[in-house]
């Protein structure tokens, strides 16, 4: 292809970022590169925070960026700037050339099969730029507070309220001939508060995000969810140390998720350090359970056509009957594994879990007694031997209902066995992140107490 910015032997400075790449790659070429790849980003966004009807903060951002990656046989260099002069480009490969020099053969390095790179692009409908001035912006954060706060006598305090946009372009090319571009918007609004009653402080919160500012749920719900979920918090007890069904709130249950996205990733799988090892054909989960990524589905936060290496995605199942059906690969962990990469460079696109036919009510009706968690707290899992013990906060049942708040609790077990003792998935889908899940009951669970 005729290089678009060759006029009289002169390359022009770039107007775009699919330049930026472009001009990257013929950099990387003529330094003898035996393959290359290049992303480049422009990004711009807005925040405000408020708390207790005063603005905090307001943060107006613009970035960019460009990361170069050259591949000189089975030695690789990376390279980054913020400067999109075309000086600057040419002296980023240049830097990536020289590091590419002093690093190890590693024959599993290089670019993705070029047979598997994405070739058509279909509008997942991500951008959705929208003109919002700081003082309206300023005044639905005071009127997403002042909803929580207005919910209940008792919550008096508040850690604020924040809204945020985010828009942004970026472009990834390859020496392949890969190159596109796309462009996504990101809306946010959050809100927390404290609450206080006979001496007993709680605080909670709640969020809501979407591609189109239209979608996301408005101040004053979000304000209001916030107090509800505050206000029912208080007065929390401790409880005594048993062994019960635990049913873990959706937004809280995508963490599972996570984790068993963690161990049956590539990098866990090589290093042999997921306690998933060695499972692919197994029973993983009960076998209602199924797991899929959805890539193309229109307005989601993790949807895309291709991967970080310009692999075309797929929307496949990861489990199916409870059996894991493949693992979560980028071309160079697939390489290092004997395997193919699924199109996940640069993580999972929509992973998403089938939901049941009951929700969360009926969930706390089946479970008859027991815990449920809405709130966790700290990081304490081994993914090598899948051992789980985390803090958590949330709700006594008994008799299939809520009875009182819990607190200062510690849940332990081991992902595994977690994983094949869920009893049932919640038709109340999380669909803010970019995992999606109902809520989870698991049975039979170590509650540390008093």
Same mark, same amino acid.
């Given at each position: 292809?005729?290089?678009?910015?060759?006029?009289?032997?002169?390359?022009?400075?770039?107007?775009? !970022?699919?330049?930026?790449?472009?001009?990257?790659?013929?950099?990387?070429?003529?330094?003898?590169?035996?393959?290359?790849?290049? !992303?480049?980003?422009?990004?711009?966004?807005?925040?405000?925070?408020?708390?207790?009807?005063?603005?905090?903060?307001?943060? =107006?951002?613009?970035?960019?960026?460009?990361? !170069?990656?050259?591949?000189?046989?089975?030695?690789?260099?990376?390279?980054?700037?913020?400067?999109?002069?075309?000086?600057?480009?040419?002296?980023?490969?240049?830097?990536?050339?020289?590091? @590419?020099?002093?690093?190890?053969?590693?024959?599993? =390095?290089?670019?993705?099969?070029?047979?598997?790179?994405?070739?058509?692009?279909?509008?997942?409908?991500?951008?959705?730029?929208?003109?919002?001035?700081?003082?309206?912006?300023?005044?639905? *954060?005071?009127?997403?507070?002042?909803?929580?706060?207005?919910?209940?006598?008792?919550?008096?305090? /508040?850690?604020? /309220? *924040?809204?945020?946009?985010?828009?942004?372009?970026?472009?990834?090319?390859?020496?392949?001939?890969?190159?596109?571009?796309?462009?996504?918007?990101?809306?946010?609004?959050?809100?927390?508060?404290?609450?206080?009653?006979?001496?007993?402080?709680? $605080?909670?919160?709640?969020?809501?995000?979407? $591609?189109?500012?239209?979608?996301?749920?408005?101040?004053?719900?979000?304000?209001?969810? @916030?107090?509800?979920?505050?206000?029912?918090?208080?007065?929390? $007890?401790?409880?005594?140390?048993?062994?019960?069904?635990?049913?873990?709130?959706?937004?809280?249950?995508? /963490?599972?998720?996570?984790?068993?996205?963690?161990?049956?990733?590539?990098?866990?799988?090589?290093?042999?350090?997921?306690?998933?090892?060695? =499972?692919?054909?197994?029973?993983?989960?009960?076998?209602?359970?199924?797991?899929?990524?959805?890539?193309?589905?229109?307005?989601?936060?993790?949807?895309? *056509?291709?991967?970080?290496?310009? !692999?075309?995605?797929?929307?496949?199942?990861?489990?199916?009957?409870?059996?894991?059906?493949?693992?979560?690969? /980028?071309?160079?962990?697939?390489?290092?594994?004997?395997?193919?990469?699924?199109?996940? *460079?640069?993580?999972?696109?929509?992973?998403?879990?089938?939901?049941?036919? $009951?929700?969360?009510?009926?969930?706390?009706?089946?479970?008859?007694?027991?815990?449920?968690?809405?709130?966790?707290?700290?990081?304490?899992?081994?993914?090598?031997?899948?051992?789980?013990?985390?803090?958590?906060?949330?709700?006594?049942?008994?008799?299939?209902?809520?009875?009182?708040?819990?607190?200062?609790?510690?849940?332990?077990?081991?992902?595994?066995?977690?994983?094949?003792?869920?009893?049932?998935?919640?038709?109340?889908?999380?669909?803010?992140?970019?995992?999606?899940?109902?809520?989870?009951?698991?049975?039979?669970?170590?509650?540390?107490?008093?």
């Amino acid at each position: 292809m005729k290089n678009n910015f060759e006029l009289s032997g002169k390359i022009n400075e770039p107007t775009s !970022v699919s330049d930026v790449v472009d001009i990257a790659l013929q950099a990387a070429k003529g330094s003898g590169a035996s393959q290359s790849e290049a !992303v480049a980003s422009v990004s711009q966004g807005l925040s405000v925070a408020v708390r207790k009807g005063e603005i905090e903060t307001v943060e =107006h951002t613009r970035d960019r960026g460009l990361a !170069v990656t050259v591949y000189f046989g089975d030695r690789i260099g990376n390279a980054t700037t913020s400067d999109y002069s075309v000086k600057s480009i040419r002296q980023t490969v240049q830097s990536a050339c020289s590091i @590419a020099r002093f690093t190890e053969d590693d024959p599993c =390095h290089g670019l993705a099969d070029t047979d598997l790179l994405a070739t058509k692009f279909p509008d997942l409908d991500l951008y959705h730029p929208i003109e919002r001035s700081i003082d309206e912006m300023v005044e639905d *954060a005071k009127r997403c507070e002042q909803s929580a706060l207005d919910y209940d006598s008792r919550i008096q305090n /508040s850690e604020g /309220s *924040a809204i945020d946009s985010h828009e942004g372009t970026e472009a990834y090319g390859n020496s392949n001939g890969f190159m596109d571009e796309n462009r996504k918007t990101r809306y946010g609004i959050s809100c927390s508060v404290v609450g206080e009653e006979n001496g007993n402080m709680q $605080r909670d919160y709640w969020y809501s995000v979407a $591609r189109n500012f239209g979608d996301m749920q408005n101040a004053v719900g979000v304000g209001k969810t @916030a107090g509800a979920r505050t206000a029912r918090r208080l007065n929390s $007890r401790k409880i005594s140390t048993c062994r019960v069904p635990v049913l873990f709130e959706a937004p809280i249950a995508t /963490s599972l998720l996570s984790h068993f996205i963690a161990a049956i990733s590539g990098g866990s799988l090589y290093r042999r350090t997921s306690f998933l090892l060695e =499972h692919l054909g197994k029973q993983v989960f009960p076998d209602f359970v199924r797991i899929c990524e959805q890539p193309f589905l229109p307005r989601a936060i993790g949807s895309r *056509a291709y991967d970080g290496e310009g !692999v075309v995605t797929n929307s496949s199942d990861i489990v199916v009957g409870g059996i894991l059906e493949r693992y979560v690969l /980028s071309s160079y962990s697939a390489r290092r594994l004997g395997l193919k990469t699924t199109g996940n *460079a640069g993580g999972i696109h929509n992973l998403t879990i089938n939901g049941g036919d $009951r929700d969360l009510n009926e969930l706390i009706k089946d479970m008859d007694r027991g815990l449920m968690v809405t709130e966790l707290i700290g990081f304490g899992i081994n993914s090598v031997t899948g051992d789980y013990s985390r803090g958590a906060a949330g709700f006594w049942i008994e008799n299939g209902e809520i009875q009182f708040p819990v607190e200062e609790v510690t849940i332990a077990g081991n992902l595994k066995e977690m994983f094949q003792s869920i009893l049932a998935i919640g038709s109340d889908i999380d669909t803010k992140q970019n995992i999606r899940s109902g809520s989870i009951l698991i049975d039979n669970l170590a509650i540390a107490g008093q």
